[in-house]
């Protein structure tokens, strides 16, 4: 059993859309990132969080620590979103992280 | 301030050749984590080092599987006498906080991996 959960796993939608991927997890975390790896495989860090909820331009993530769920929104979505979201979360113990095994977007014009 | 480097980007090795796969951490990052990610799978965890110390190598296989991370120089993951199933990418991510720093969030930056391909 995956100690993280994505949906879905793949993701198709029409240029603008509003876009919502899902990530539950099974344990405790401090910490939870969401993370973008694109065709060609090089992965960028796109929010961390432990509560509430961060921003930055078209994309807005979410986290509830007593549901053990995160969500990540994207709004307008665009041709160059288009890529795989990795959810992955930092146990309250330990030194590692439990990844997802993503939500694969192609956003089509 | 250049990103986290990972060299080679791409390589080949036969069936026993041993692989070496290099990361050098972002500048002032003194904590180098190493991930593997298998084809159709999700990031794991294998090792995460300190300079000159393992920390925590819970993730990797007990054997043909190695990690350094000297005091001068890049991160080393070596993996002896390949086998097919080693086919992967490599991504290490540096930081400069330790996890038991005591701050909340401790940020990981990626490399860009590197893909290993056995024949």
């Known amino acids: 059993k995956n100690e993280v959960e994505q949906s879905p796993q793949n993701l198709t939608a029409q240029e603008g859309e509003f876009i919502t991927i899902n990530c539950s997890y099974s344990?405790?975390?401090?910490?939870l990132h969401w993370l973008q790896q694109h065709p060609g495989g090089g992965i960028v860090s796109l929010f961390m969080?432990?509560?509430g909820k961060k921003k930055h331009g078209r994309l807005i993530a979410t986290i509830n620590i007593q549901e053990k769920h995160s969500s990540l929104h994207i709004t307008a979505s665009h041709p160059r979103d288009s890529a795989v979201y990795i959810c992955a979360v930092r146990p309250n113990t330990g030194n590692q992280f439990y990844f997802g095994t993503g939500t694969s977007l192609t956003v089509i014009p | 301030n250049a990103g986290v480097m990972q060299n080679p980007r791409h390589l080949v090795r036969r069936r026993g050749q041993e692989a070496r796969l290099r990361c050098s951490p972002m500048?002032?990052?003194?904590?180098v984590y190493w991930y593997r990610q298998l084809p159709e799978e999700g990031l794991k965890f294998m090792v995460y080092l300190q300079k000159e110390n393992i920390i925590d190598e819970s993730g990797m296989p007990k054997e043909r599987f190695s990690a350094e991370f000297p005091k001068e120089g890049p991160s080393i993951l070596r993996i002896q006498q390949v086998v097919r199933g080693d086919s992967a990418a490599y991504f290490c991510a540096s930081s400069p906080f330790s996890p038991f720093s005591g701050r909340l969030l401790v940020e990981q930056y990626f490399g860009p991996g590197t893909r290993l391909t056995v024949t």
């Open positions: 344990v405790g975390i401090s910490a």
């Open positions: 969080l432990s509560s």
């Open positions: 500048k002032g990052h003194s904590h």
